[in-house]
Nanobody
Framework: QVQLVESGGGLVQAGGSLRLSCEAS????????MAWFRQSPGKEREFVAL????????TYANSVKGRFTISRDNAKNTVYLQMNSLTPEDTAVYYC????????????????WGQGTQVTVSS
């Protein structure tokens, strides 16, 4: 069982930056693919970024490529999402997710989810 706790959301102006963190419980954090998804009101949950257990393989959604960076610190059981050049379209609840299997961008594959953290970007 893995428990995930996100933090770092908030209100920021367009063009600004935020860093989200997700701390995981458990002793096998380094074996999990970690991902960030987001969901806006009335929309489906959307893939944002993922990182494999080693930290060397990362995948990004086209909408955030070049602006967001996912990273992890396995010693701290934590995954991060650095978000730069934010736009109002990035406004959503951001969720951290974990899966022991292959690195997949489909939300339904992920076994463990955090409670979400709100990110609001004002224009």
């Amino acid at each position: 069982q893995v428990q995930l706790v996100e933090s770092g959301g908030g209100l920021v102006q367009a063009g600004g930056s935020l860093r989200l963190s997700c701390e995981a419980s458990g002793r096998t954090f380094s074996t999990y693919t970690m991902a960030w998804f987001r969901q806006s009101p009335g929309k489906e949950r959307e893939f944002v970024a993922l990182i494999r257990g080693s930290g060397f393989s990362r995948t990004y959604a086209n909408s955030v490529k070049g602006r967001f960076t996912i990273s992890r610190d396995n010693a701290k059981n934590t995954v991060y999402l650095q978000m730069n050049s934010l736009t109002p379209e990035d406004t959503a609840v951001y969720y951290c997710a974990a899966d022991e299997g292959a690195a997949i961008t489909t939300a339904s594959i992920y076994d463990y989810w955090g409670q979400g953290t709100q990110v609001t970007v004002s224009s």
